[in-house]
């Protein structure tokens, strides 16, 4: 018989009845019925009851074992009592008669139980990484990542796409995030960077000739910390091709990601048709470049309704440039205490407010009813209405000033109106295309012109689209969302020098500074570089929508805590003094 077992804790069944059998694995619960011992073991596969009495020639040593103790049984398998058959397990028609046993390895007095749903503080769960994973759901989320990642390479290799590891040391690009450096010990002074993305390596195999790469790759970028991301590092699907157009990069990805919510969404509806959105318009309907579309809100400009209006504050808003009113449908939302509770909503998040309308039945007909109604008449609230496709029952907010001040807001408006009233749609994993960035964006506090996504992508209209307003220019940039969350970034590259080098004069790089930062990739592109565009998928952030998270951290072995600190390993940590004069490097203390 093997050292330490015959079978896993998943395997036993009737047919294994009156065999001798030798089971390891971890002591989930211990249950003393009166002198009759019973002991939950568990092992990754699933777990077995096994149990002993005073019969047992081990029975003194098995009243001493604990839980989360590892342990090796010998035992005989028998068939449980009709009435105490365990139908939620596969091993329930059975337990083991214990006539041996070793203690593997005995465990301390537990900082976190494995067994039940107790709630533990994060930095708890965090130090002791390795108990948390033990329990049943987050073994289950890790086993998911595991399957998913596995179904991303044979759905990537059965479209021809070979798989290519990308340097992990390399140098600096700005990939809209902080990098992590790295001394350089032969190179005093100098510094690698941890790749925030595989980017210019992957452009760089397209010029090499190589017509379809993906690989799984990890990304290293020096973040905030939030819920939906994670503040270190983090693995994507990266995909490149060449030759390509934006449509034939949507057609590749699509089956596979939509593929795999088939495969791994326990039965959730998966849209089929994928609807391709302009950034304008999700910002002007949802408020985000990440839209939920499970909830069927789409917000309206309804500034014509209120310009010269008696509701004097969005009257004298819109007598200024580039303001607008917007509207926030509400159906079945038409009663004062809920408008009063999402006006409340709006001052929580740091506005004044939100002016409402809601309409409802008088027995004569239907009546609009709040403030904004009796300052603008009738004959503008019906307006608004017949405008919303709104009726009895229903209700509509109301925010003004410039987009940008309270675009967001809004957003988070429609989410939490769309969760109220109960809209939106819980069983389904809806995606749109997010189309036509634009590629630059002004800081409003100094004037000055940067790349708003992507730098290496190719503008719309390409050179001659980069000799008008720089604020005009669109990119041949694209993201995925799925129930509120960017899923994919990618783009359509840009492969010819003259108009990189034009895209970054604008953004305020010149010709030598891009040469110096981007010299590999610029040269190369001088060397008959084919049209060529990608995307890369954020594997965790797909994980989390499949195990129904909401945190991230649900979803990754080892993650960091919120300030980015591994409490298991304890990192980051001081540096030895021999170490840092190796590297050239002195440590100034911060006050």
């Not at 819109?318 to 607008?324: A, C, F, K, P, S």
Request: aromatic fraction near 10%.
């Amino acid at each position: 018989m093997h050292a330490y077992r015959s079978h896993t804790c998943a395997d036993l069944n009737k047919s294994n009845v009156g065999e001798t059998v030798r089971l390891s694995g971890w002591v989930h619960r211990v249950r003393d019925h009166g002198g009759l011992l019973f002991i939950d073991l568990r092992d990754h596969y699933g777990i077995t009851q096994v149990m002993a009495d005073p019969d047992s020639p081990v029975f003194s040593q098995i009243e001493k074992v604990r839980s989360e103790w590892c342990i090796r049984i010998d035992g005989n398998v028998m068939a449980r009592d009709e009435s105490l058959v365990n139908a939620k397990i596969p091993t329930g028609e059975v337990e083991v008669f214990i006539r041996d046993i070793e203690i593997l390895g005995a465990a301390s007095e537990l900082p976190l139980m494995v067994f039940g749903d107790q709630e533990y503080p994060e930095e708890t769960r965090l130090k002791y990484r390795y108990l948390d994973l033990r329990r049943e759901k987050l073994q289950k989320n890790m086993k998911l990542r595991s399957d998913v990642v596995s179904s991303m390479r044979k759905r990537m290799w059965a479209q021809d796409f070979r798989e290519f590891q990308t340097p992990i040391i390399t140098a600096s690009s700005p990939e809209g995030a902080r990098d992590f450096l790295v001394p350089s010990r032969q190179h005093p002074g100098k510094f690698y960077a941890l790749p925030q993305a595989p980017q210019q390596f992957k452009q760089l195999i397209m010029v090499s000739g190589f017509d379809k790469y993906f690989q799984i790759a990890p990304c290293f970028r020096d973040e905030d910390p939030r819920a939906d991301r994670s503040p270190t590092d983090f693995y994507q699907l990266d995909l490149e091709m060449s030759f390509v157009e934006q449509e034939d990069v949507f057609n590749t990805i699509q089956p596979v990601v939509g593929g795999i919510f088939e495969e791994f969404g326990g039965g959730r509806k998966v849209d089929q048709t994928w609807e391709q959105i302009s950034y304008k318009d999700a910002a002007l309907w949802y408020g985000t470049d990440k839209p939920d579309l499970r909830n069927p809100i789409k917000m309206q400009v309804v500034s014509e309704h209120f310009a010269g209006s008696g509701f004097a504050i969005f009257a004298k808003l819109l007598e200024q440039d580039g303001t607008e009113i917007r509207a926030i449908p509400a159906p079945t939302g038409g009663s004062r205490k809920f408008c009063d509770r999402m006006n409340a909503f709006a001052q929580k998040e740091g506005l004044p407010g939100m002016g409402y309308i809601f309409w409802r039945d008088q027995g004569e007909g239907m009546e609009a009813a709040g403030p904004l109604a009796k300052n603008i008449g009738p004959e503008r609230t019906e307006a608004i209405r017949q405008q919303l496709g709104l009726g009895v029952g229903d209700a509509a907010f109301f925010l003004g000033g410039k987009p940008s001040a309270f675009e967001s807001v809004a957003g988070r408006a429609r989410t939490e109106i769309g969760r109220e009233l109960k809209l939106i749609d819980e069983d389904r994993f809806a995606f749109a295309w997010i189309v036509d960035f634009p590629m630059y964006e002004k800081d409003e506090e100094t004037g000055n012109i940067d790349f708003s996504h992507n730098p290496f992508s190719m503008p719309q209209g390409g050179l001659e689209a980069l000799n008008g307003d720089p604020l005009d220019v669109l990119g041949y940039q694209y993201d995925l969302a799925c129930n509120g969350y960017e899923l994919i970034s990618g783009a359509i590259r840009n492969h010819q020098p003259d108009i990189m080098f034009k895209a970054f004069e604008l953004a305020g790089y010149g010709k030598d500074e891009v040469e110096k930062r981007f010299g590999g990739m610029v040269n190369a592109f001088q060397y008959g570089a084919p049209p060529h565009g990608g995307c890369a998928a954020g594997v965790d952030r797909i994980v989390m929508l499949l195990a129904d998270e909401a945190n991230i951290r649900e979803v990754i072995m080892f993650p960091m805590n919120q300030r980015a600190e591994d409490l298991m390993m304890n990192a980051p940590s001081d540096a030895m003094s021999d170490q840092l004069m190796e590297l050239g490097l002195r440590v100034i203390p911060q006050d």
